[in-house]
């Protein structure tokens, strides 16, 4: 019996892991430029935090948590998602007293979802979240913030799409105009649905039934029921948008259906093929501290999918192609010499450089092949006579050209070749 990964997980192989860490690095030297700090959260919590903090009667809850009971009888699940975990930690640490406070994470998830490409039921999101900010410059430093990560790939024409849902002062006539919609279609929705639009209607509008999509797609849009206030942000969020260069539409379908998303939700889409393609998508909170029963504090953030990022790079040859992993090979003529050569090599990553060493005792062709395929510019020769005289061959890979150099300069003369960034 050959043992295989769990259904809707990857090995992430030697060969793929440099563009995740080219992805990586570019997340944190973002969200680091904004003056965001990282913030990282158990693997697994009480299972509260994800009812209270994304709610009961969501499709994240109901469906697709990996949840279980530890020996102690605690009922704990894998993170579905950051947002709700990173709220419990501001709370439990009493972050709080201290606003604003400017967040990123980048950690896995963990979903019971039919697996598809670019969705895994572990993936990883790099994502956002900035509490005690009300105002609708926070929205847009946010949107900023995800502009300009995506916009370094290259991506094709990004486009932010914006739309306000409302706050407690407008949302009750919207959502009276939605239920009453609803109920015109109940037969089209899906059964979770049809319990749903009693309970929280907004709900009906994260389903991901297509029939309960399509009654969605025909539902009155929450843009036409803004109250003053929410108007004025929302004006204020594109006015900022505007003022920054940052392309961006009104569209009336995106919507959150959760009770504590309020006033601002966005979605970032890049050309594809002449449509559009989602890759992050965001949004305001001001409703979800108190859900997990802090005192009320505002919020936005955004939440981006690495391996959907990533498909779309690799799809669109925005990747760069790998670089060497090695700068310099030390290659040894006669395996009694490896532990100068080992001391060579110490030598040179002292200096900075990437060194690989022959640990096998191959024959000289065989070791140049290696360095070859590892991408070395350089490789030290050593063999016996030249190690009597104290000094070893250097050779350049592109030119083939090969000249002595004495052993005690070679890192000072390797590592000065060498660029560094
Ligand atoms: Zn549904
Ligand atoms: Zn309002």
Redesign the pocket.
């Known amino acids: 019996m050959e043992l295989q990964r769990p259904r809707g997980t990857q090995d992430i192989l030697p060969g793929e892991s440099p563009k995740w860490q080219l992805v990586e690095a570019a997340a944190h030297r973002v969200a680091q430029s904004f003056g965001y700090a990282e913030i990282r959260t158990p693997t697994f919590e009480h299972v509260e935090v994800f009812r209270h903090g994304v709610g009961d009667a969501t499709d994240i809850v109901e469906k697709e948590m990996y949840e279980f009971t530890d020996h102690g009888g605690r009922s704990l699940v894998l993170r579905p998602e950051s947002t709700a975990a990173v709220a419990r930690a501001l709370l439990q640490s009493h972050l709080f007293a201290e606003l604003p406070q400017r967040l990123y994470y980048m950690q896995s998830h963990f979903r019971y979802e039919r697996p598809q490409a670019g969705r895994l039921r572990q993936h990883t999101q790099f994502g956002i979240e900035v509490y005690g900010a009300g105002g609708p410059l926070a929205d847009a430093e946010v949107i900023s913030l995800a502009h300009s990560f995506l916009g370094q790939f290259g991506l094709h024409n990004l486009s932010v799409r914006l739309n ?1 849902i ?6 009750p006539a919207y959502r009276g105009a939605l239920v009453e919609h609803l109920e015109a279609h109940r037969e089209e929705l899906c059964a979770d649905c049809q319990r749903r639009m009693t309970k929280n209607p907004l709900r009906v509008l994260d389903c991901k039934n297509s029939g309960c999509q399509r009654v969605v797609s025909g539902a009155p849009r929450p843009l036409s ?7 004025a ?1 929302l004006e204020g969020v594109e006015a900022a948008l505007l003022a920054l260069g940052i392309p961006f539409a009104r569209d009336g379908s995106i919507v959150r259906g959760l009770d504590y998303y ?2 601002t939700v966005f979605e970032i889409q890049y050309e594809k093929l002449g449509a559009q393609a989602t890759v992050c998508g965001g949004g305001r909170y001001d409703g979800l501290i108190e859900a997990l029963g802090g005192a009320p504090l505002p919020g936005v953030g955004f939440g981006l999918g690495l391996e959907r990022l990533l498909l779309t790079l690799e799809e669109e040859g925005l990747l760069p192609p790998p670089a060497p992993s090695i700068d310099v090979f030390v290659a040894a003529i006669g395996e009694e010499l490896g532990p100068e050569a080992m001391r060579i090599a110490r030598q040179l990553r002292e200096a900075g450089l990437r060194v690989e060493q022959e640990v096998l005792g191959r024959s000289l062709k065989a070791q140049l092949r290696r360095a070859q395929k590892v991408g070395a510019a350089r490789v030290v020769i050593l063999g016996p006579q030249e190690l009597q005289r104290g000094v070893a061959v250097v050779r350049d890979m592109n030119s083939s050209q090969q000249e002595e150099a004495p052993i005690e300069d070679l890192a000072a003369r390797l590592g000065a070749a060498v660029p560094r960034d």
């Not at 409302?166 to 949302?171: H, I, N, T």
């Not at 029921?225 to 108007?231: G, N, T």
């Open positions: 306000s409302g706050d407690a002062e407008c949302r029921y803004l109250c003053a206030d929410c108007k942000h309020t006033r």
